[in-house]
């Protein structure tokens, strides 16, 4: 897409801190990172989100997920990692270009992904989970 930010660094027109590529992904530093060592992983093929992914590719952006959380947890020593995937302004998701975050965490950092969990009764949780279930 022409003017989407995420494919000019995913395919190279804007220079990044790289720290990974392959032929279907580049993994970069985020510029305003969440935390140190704050990773993003762009596939080079656009797709707004996860409902717009290919499958086959999704899946790979996963594994690669997994290989450059444990890169990051040894470079920068932290004590956890968040993977993230924001779909919609809703989920906090500001580029709709589908990105991948590794977020490295510490006991005491200012990272909020925390939420107040809520106490459905037993027949809600049932009629949602047959509701979806039969989505699939
Ligand atoms: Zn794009």
Same mark, same amino acid.
């Given at each position: 897409m022409e003017d989407c930010i995420f494919c000019k660094i995913a395919n190279g027109t804007i220079g990044s801190n790289t720290v990974y590529e392959d032929e279907d992904f580049r993994a970069i530093m985020d510029? !305003?990172? #969440? !935390?140190?060592g704050h990773v993003i992983i762009l596939p080079? !093929?656009? !797709? #707004?989100?996860v409902f717009e992914i290919d499958e086959e590719l999704y899946g790979k952006g996963m594994k690669l997920a997994k290989k450059l959380a444990a890169a990051v947890k040894q470079a920068t020593g932290c004590e956890g990692i968040n993977v993230l995937q924001n779909n919609g302004t809703a989920a906090g998701? &500001?580029?709709?270009h589908l990105h991948i975050h590794i977020v490295p965490r510490y006991?005491?950092? &200012?990272v909020n992904v925390k939420w107040k969990p809520m106490s459905p009764a037993a027949e809600e949780l049932a009629a949602m989970c047959e509701k979806i279930r039969n989505e699939i």
């Open positions: 510029i !305003a990172p #969440a !935390a140190m080079k !093929a656009h !797709a #707004a989100n998701q &500001t580029v709709f006991d005491e950092d &200012t």
